[in-house]
Nanobody, 120 residues
Framework: QVQLVESGGGLVQPGGSLRLSCAAS????????MGWFRQAPGNQRELVAM???????NYADSVKGRFTISRDNATNTVYLQMNSLKPEDTAVYYC??????????????WGQGTQVTVSQ
């Protein structure tokens, strides 16, 4: 049906940058919000950033001024540019998309997760 394929995670030193990508594919009738969540060991999954279909954005306080979310509606892709990374940003990052497969249907879909590790 729907697939969210993430890429761009990895190991980076503190102060470094990474760019995550997530492409949605399948029989999509409408793609609403897209976003990124993260989960560190022992913690609950938390919102990092979200972008609406009209490009309105919402960020967690901990990443404001360092992370930027954007989307390409032509390719159903959402990006997360992460700058000035800190060790506390280490987590598995999950892509999320609110998708309608047909009129009257809406569901949240998740990617498989990509590891981001910030360490010396």
């Amino acid at each position: 049906q729907v697939q969210l394929v993430e890429s761009g995670g990895g190991l980076v030193q503190p102060g470094g940058s990474l760019r995550l990508s997530c492409a949605a594919s399948g029989r999509i009738f409408r793609l609403d919000s897209m976003g990124w969540f993260r989960q560190a060991p022992g913690n609950q999954r938390e919102l990092v950033a979200m972008i609406g279909s009209g490009a309105s954005t919402n960020y967690a306080d901990s990443v404001k001024g360092r992370f930027t979310i954007s989307r390409d509606n032509a390719t159903n892709t959402v990006y997360l540019q992460m700058n000035s990374l800190k060790p506390e940003d280490t987590a598995v990052y999950y892509c999320n998309a609110r998708i309608s497969l047909y009129y009257g249907h809406t569901n949240d879909y998740w990617g498989q997760g990509t590891q981001v590790t910030v360490s010396q």
